[in-house]
């Protein structure tokens, strides 16, 4: 099986389905991930003003160099170069923003109206966003609200690359507060250590406001390579996922939700949940209305 796999990966960069759907099945037994291509993301709606997709981890929104990088972007304008707009420096109206690590809801508009419309309902705070995790180490309380403000990460070495909580000395002054509350779905073991499944809603939205404010309680997403410190190498991903998004405006109303990818059934993962505390669901009704 490893000599059929690496046979195929040296073929890869053909970018055939079959190949890449070959892969895929691979990767899966032996545990490996594979470069990703233009044809790894998935359509969850589609309208006459939205787009949303379902982003994969470890793609990017878009890339200088887009000749060589898989980019959200290049995806998208393979599959529907009618919406490309030139004058856009991403070519596309993309509503919000995911990192390069983290997968999930996407909203892309397909014209000015629309985007100024749900950019207007995040602006205002008016969308809900959901996202998945597994972190290490077992949360001991089943709720738990994060309020630590959030500002970039003086040191040199992580300029542009990390952010900073206030509490941290290399905190820049120009710190914005940051919300965010959780609820603990399961606790089990991941990559063999103690981990929590848990589903959050950021209140606000700060970048690496997530990924930042679990590694200041002490339970770091599983495969953070950032916030690990560079220590966290063995997972195949990041294991943070924007699960589901409502987003009310004026042109058409969105309320998308994805699958869950942080189950047991899915060998990679390594999770194996112990406990259960809360349904999806049932965390989706608490912080709904937790947070009116």
């Not at 120009?174 to 603990?184: I, M, N, S």
Request: contains cysteine; proline residues 4%; charged residues 25%.
């Amino acid at each position: 099986m490893l000599i059929a796999y690496t046979m195929l990966k040296l073929l890869w960069k053909a970018e055939s389905s079959l190949i890449y759907a070959a892969l895929r099945f691979f990767r899966r037994k032996l545990d490996h991930d594979v470069e990703k291509t233009i044809d790894d993301i998935e359509i969850l709606y589609n309208s006459p003003h939205f787009l949303v997709v379902n982003k994969s981890w470890d793609v990017i929104l878009n890339h200088k160099d887009r000749d060589r990088a898989v980019t959200v972007e290049r995806q998208l304008e393979r599959l529907y170069p009618d919406l490309v707009n030139p004058s856009l420096k991403l070519g596309f109206y993309f509503c919000h923003r995911l990192d390069y690590s983290t997968s999930g809801v996407l909203c892309i508009a397909k014209h000015k109206k629309a985007c100024s419309a749900a950019v207007k309902a995040f602006e205002q705070r008016q969308s809900q966003k959901f996202y998945l995790a597994i972190v290490r180490g077992l949360i001991s309380e089943d709720v738990l609200t994060i309020s630590e403000p959030i500002g970039c990460d003086t040191r040199e070495k992580f300029n542009k690359v990390r952010m900073a909580t206030k509490s941290s000395p290399f905190c820049s002054h120009a710190c914005r507060d940051a919300k965010t509350t959780l609820v603990v779905l399961q606790r089990g073991v991941c990559y063999d250590y103690p981990a929590t499944k848990v589903l959050m809603r950021p209140v606000t939205g700060r970048r690496h406001q997530l990924r930042l404010h679990l590694n200041h309680v002490g339970h770091t997403i599983v495969g953070d390579f950032t916030y690990s410190n560079r220590t966290d190498v063995h997972p195949y991903r990041m294991f943070l996922h924007a699960y589901k998004l409502t987003l009310p405006n004026n042109i058409e109303d969105l309320d998308i939700t994805t699958s869950d990818p942080f189950t047991s059934v899915e060998i990679r993962n390594r999770w194996q949940p112990q406990h259960t505390v809360n349904t999806i669901e049932s965390a989706i009704e608490y912080l709904l209305k937790k947070d009116r």
